[in-house]
């Protein structure tokens, strides 16, 4: 039995049809496998406990209070060859930024929810992949005042900002929750308040492809520092033993949510 704490943003759980087209949508997916499905109001006193921890291990704390490259634990999960440039030298009315860094997947959205948070703006760009599954990309950007950035700290802080979320758009981990085996999966939070789409999709994929079970996850949101994260927190059905080493298990649902694989 898979057990699902869900809220709806139509509001509309409660009525006959919307619980109805839940059910279809559902038995469209699943097919025979489902025997049954059930969509039930709970009660506050069962919410409460459904809620995600607030509680973080310090192994993921400690990697989301990192914000330069410099500061990364070796071993860590990274993009490779990122560079961030900033000239405004090129164009009378735009700022130009130019990266060069590793595809994957998500690519053109870790930037752009980036510059979104930065309040810029981008007017035109250009998009090439070269060998080696790396790419160049050159964007004319200007403040929301329609101006350029001129100010050195302005643009320090954006660039150092490119550089961290294209180096690591994501973190993974795999530590221990008591006896049991836990995965941690982070993604920033827009400003806007949107997450990161397909993430929970990759990490369910990724642990199947390694043959690993789940028993139970949360999804929660907490702020570290001055940004708010998205969460995933995995527990692992070991069964007669966990049989893949942590770092498979990080490398594997890394390079999922990365397009990778």
């Not at 790419?135 to 050195?152: N, R, S, T, Y």
């Amino acid at each position: 039995m898979d057990l699902f704490f869900v809220t709806d943003t139509r509001e509309l759980l409660h009525t006959r049809k919307r619980k109805e087209d839940t059910y279809e949508h559902l038995k469209t997916i699943l097919g025979n496998a489902m025997i049954s499905c059930d969509v039930e109001m709970v009660g506050t006193e069962i919410t409460a406990c459904s809620q995600a921890s607030s509680f973080l291990p310090s192994a993921i704390i400690d990697m989301l209070h990192l914000d330069m490259p410099v500061e990364l634990p070796s071993g860590s999960l990274t993009c490779s060859n990122v560079s961030v440039t900033i000239d405004n030298s090129l164009s009378p009315g735009h700022t130009l930024v130019q990266i060069v860094c590793q595809d994957h997947k998500g690519l053109l959205y870790d930037i752009m929810r980036t510059l979104k948070d930065y309040n810029i703006q981008v007017s035109y760009g250009r998009f090439s992949r070269r060998q080696r599954g790396n790419c160049e990309i050159d964007l004319f950007i200007m403040q929301a005042d329609g101006k350029k950035i001129v100010d050195p700290s302005k643009q320090n802080g954006l660039s150092s900002r490119l550089w961290m979320e294209l180096l690591q758009p994501l973190r993974v981990t795999v530590v221990s929750r008591g006896p049991d085996t836990e995965l941690l999966v982070a993604n920033p939070v827009e400003l806007s308040g949107k997450g990161r789409p397909l993430v929970f999709h990759d990490i369910t994929l990724a642990l199947k492809m390694l043959d690993i079970c789940i028993f139970s996850a949360e999804i929660g949101r907490h702020m570290i520092g001055d940004r708010e994260w998205e969460v995933y927190r995995v527990l692992l059905d070991e069964g007669d033993g966990l049989s893949v080493p942590r770092n498979k298990i990080e490398e594997g649902v890394w390079k999922l949510l990365m397009g990778w694989e």
